[in-house]
């Protein structure tokens, strides 16, 4: 169940059914010149609302801003501090908990690194002064590894890429444009480097040519399968 779309009473409903609510994390970043900005926050969101439709579980609405380390400099990437993000979150997280909620899932379709471990700080900094809630925290790249392996989709291809790109053909393909191509990022190892466009000017990390609405169909699928086992485990647990 969205939560921007119900009502006080039924908001009221759902919790004498469900202890549960995801919180969907995009970001507004470069996806090169084929797929939108808010790339990130349309995958995990519409996965989101085909987990609703599976089973009872309340979908908060959902953050489009996160942290954008490597393309921040190029055009349309709007990144926030990770201590910003940090803090909204945790408000967001006390609210939920103060209406009786204690299952939280964060789930991010901004698979940064920086931006994951912002995330997983979260969760331990509320976990430790709420230790009866419960957490699942994970990247839309981490839970869909197994399933790129099936369609054998390269590890490789990370951002904006075939995966990535199949998805939003599914969902939203209307947003979709031309001008897609193979690309790398050529970052030197262990280095932090002030001009990141230098490395990486297009915001592709993989093969978008390869992408069809019907990889992102299963994509999107299997995902929301996965998570449905990860809700039906956490609310089992005692």
């Not at 990437?77 to 909620?101: A, D, M, W």
Request: proline fraction near 5%; charge should be neutral; glycine fraction near 6%.
């Amino acid at each position: 169940m969205l939560m921007e779309e119900i009502t006080s009473k039924e908001f009221e409903e759902i919790k004498k059914e469900t202890k549960t609510v995801i919180i969907p994390v995009g970001s507004i970043e470069a996806h090169g010149p084929h797929l939108p900005l808010a790339t990130d926050l349309y995958t995990i969101y519409e996965v989101c609302k085909l987990v609703a439709n599976k089973i009872k579980v309340l979908i908060a609405p959902p953050l489009y801003y996160g942290l954008c380390r490597s393309t921040k400099p190029l055009p349309g990437t709007l990144s926030i501090k990770g201590e910003i993000l940090k803090t909204f979150l945790l408000n967001v997280l006390s609210e939920f908990y103060r209406q009786g909620f204690k299952n939280f899932f964060i789930l991010s379709g901004h698979a940064g690194g920086t931006h994951k471990a912002y995330l997983i700080d979260t969760a331990e900094t509320f976990i430790e002064t709420h230790r009866e809630t419960k957490f699942f925290v994970a990247d839309i790249y981490q839970l869909l590894k197994p399933v790129l392996e099936e369609l054998k989709i390269p590890e490789k291809d990370s951002h904006a890429g075939e995966w990535e790109a199949s998805l939003i053909l599914y969902f939203k393909p209307e947003l979709v444009k031309e001008g897609a191509f193979e690309d790398y990022p050529n970052f030197p190892k262990f280095r932090v480097v002030a001009e990141k466009e230098k490395y990486w000017s297009s915001g592709i990390w993989g093969n978008p040519l390869k992408a069809t609405k019907e990889k992102g169909k299963i994509l999107a699928e299997k995902l929301a399968q996965i998570l449905v086992k990860e809700i039906e485990l956490i609310e089992k647990e005692k």
